[in-house]
């Protein structure tokens, strides 16, 4: 989608498109839109957007009018990007090639009018590179947007809202992409390409380096597949020379059949998401990149494929991971928590991080409880997991904060190891939180979200289509400027 700033609307354009607050007034408008609208019950609610059509110096107008909400909501960027995101909704497979949006109408701030491209932005991407037989009125058709009417201060933020978007889209594509396309090594190769020339520094891994380092639980779990497993870690030093940096780290299942543990048929071919924690932290890390956050963050991605195999990994099987703790693996299919404890550690060993988040689509558990509209947390310490809730309310990545604690640690104990990889069904969740919690050193703050009914979703959201959601991006970009920056 190109977004371009002028001064004055463009005439040959057909679509004008205004964003207003809830109950303006559209005195400035033809009867036929002013009438129309209440006639239509537009309110100007966020999101809510009327259209009508006038002639104007005898050519047809097609005018949209898209609801902000009231202006002194506590949820006003949220509000504004929705107003934005609906434009986009009704209009990039509309057949019109153009738009000229009318930022004047609703006195934003810079800040504001950003948050309105951001939502128009986010909004456009689709991926259509396999539909060779899409119908012509499906067809993505609105490529051009010309900005008139933007207050001061747009430009500027507008950068940086820029640096999320690509962010969000790179997550987006890579969440999208089907496993025969996206394995450890093509997402690695990606991740080459995205943050070539940024000054982003990428670490990988093969199989040979992690054996050496005696990451026996991630390589487990990749070695039914024929794909071969990577850790990647991109750094990004923006920050004061010498301080630790924050870390976030993935889980990077490319495809979970469950292994030996195989899973049913239906919906299994969900778990191409299946590494959407690593993606949401590629995503959000190319955000920070992108513009040059002034922190210094480190990206981890345990990359792995889960297949059964004459290879495989059995159930029953003892694993020893890098922490010298050994695993009893009653279920092939609890694979996040085996390739999240190595890239943990591993992370803590090489990057000593003041605090770590990590994020994983790790139990189906976590869509019982909280469904398809928060992510849970899990922390060792509260401000950290405060600090992630306040990015979560303020982006709409919205966070819930679960408990932890030594009763459900009780639940993992093997008979046989230092620790089993499932517990009973009660607190699924928690259970794999605790899992992940016996890999944090002393003294670590680390969280976990457990991002499984977020990275995608069925039916089309706000600023997103049906597919992939690009959930964590904003979030981690949020809290590294909240809490890293300046
Ligand atoms: N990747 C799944 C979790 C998942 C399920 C994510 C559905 C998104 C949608 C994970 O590897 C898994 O299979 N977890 C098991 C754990 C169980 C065996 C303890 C689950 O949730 O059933
Ligand atoms: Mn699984
Ligand atoms: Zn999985």
Request: glycine share 12%.
């Amino acid at each position: 989608m190109n977004i371009l700033f002028t001064e004055t609307s463009p005439a040959n354009v057909r679509l004008i498109a205004r964003i207003v607050n809830q109950g303006d007034a559209l005195s400035d408008l033809d009867a036929a839109l002013s009438d129309g609208a209440p006639a239509a019950r537009f309110k100007g609610s966020a999101g809510q957007v009327f259209e009508g059509f006038v002639t104007d110096a005898g050519s047809l107008k097609r005018v949209a009018i898209a609801g902000a909400g009231e202006p002194d909501s506590g949820k006003r960027r949220l509000n504004v990007e929705r107003a934005g995101a609906a434009l986009m909704a009704k209009y990039l497979r509309s057949g019109e090639t153009e738009m000229v949006l009318d930022l004047g109408h609703a006195s934003f701030s810079g800040e504001e009018a950003a948050a309105a491209l951001l939502g128009l932005r986010l909004r456009s991407w689709a991926y259509d590179d396999y539909r060779t037989k899409l119908a012509a009125e499906k067809k993505i058709t609105l490529k051009t947007v010309h900005v008139i009417g933007a207050p001061e201060g747009t430009a500027q933020a507008w950068e940086i809202a820029q640096a999320v978007a690509t962010g969000a889209e790179f997550t987006k594509k890579l969440i999208t992409l089907p496993a025969n396309i996206l394995y450890p090594e093509s997402f690695v190769a990606l991740c080459e390409e995205a943050f070539a020339g940024t000054g982003a520094e990428l670490t990988v891994l093969d199989e040979e380096q992690m054996g050496e380092l005696g990451m026996g639980a991630l390589l487990g779990v990749g070695q039914g597949s024929v794909r071969a497993s990577r850790m990647l870690a991109i750094q990004w030093n923006g920050g004061k020379k010498g301080e630790a940096p924050t870390a976030f780290v993935g889980k990077g299942v490319t495809f979970d059949t469950g292994g030996i543990s195989l899973k049913p048929p239906p919906g299994m071919e969900d778990m191409k998401w299946d590494m959407g924690g690593a993606g949401a932290v590629a995503g959000g890390m190319l955000s920070l990149v992108k513009r040059k956050a002034k922190a210094n963050v480190v990206a981890v991605m345990g990359l792995v494929e889960n297949m059964p195999d004459g290879n495989a990994i059995r159930p029953g099987d003892v694993l020893t991971t890098m922490s010298g703790q050994t695993v009893e693996v009653l279920n092939t299919d609890a694979e996040g928590r085996l390739v999240l404890c190595d890239a943990l550690h591993w992370t803590q060993d090489v990057f000593k991080p003041s605090r770590i988040v990590d994020f994983a689509t790790l139990t189906g558990a976590m869509i019982i409880a909280l469904g398809h509209e928060y992510a849970g947390v899990f922390s060792n310490d509260d401000d950290l997991a405060d600090q992630l809730m306040a990015a979560g309310t303020a982006t709409g990545d919205k966070l819930w904060r679960l408990p932890i604690g030594p009763a459900y640690d009780k639940l993992i104990d093997s008979p046989i190891a230092d620790i089993k990889n499932v517990g009973p069904r009660p607190a699924g969740s928690i259970t794999a939180a605790q899992f992940l919690h016996r890999f944090i050193k002393k003294g670590t703050k680390w969280a976990h979200c457990d991002v499984a009914g977020m990275v995608f979703a069925d039916k089309p959201g706000h600023t997103w289509d049906k597919g992939a959601t690009g959930y964590g991006v904003r979030l981690i970009d949020q809290f590294v400027a909240d809490n890293a920056e300046g």
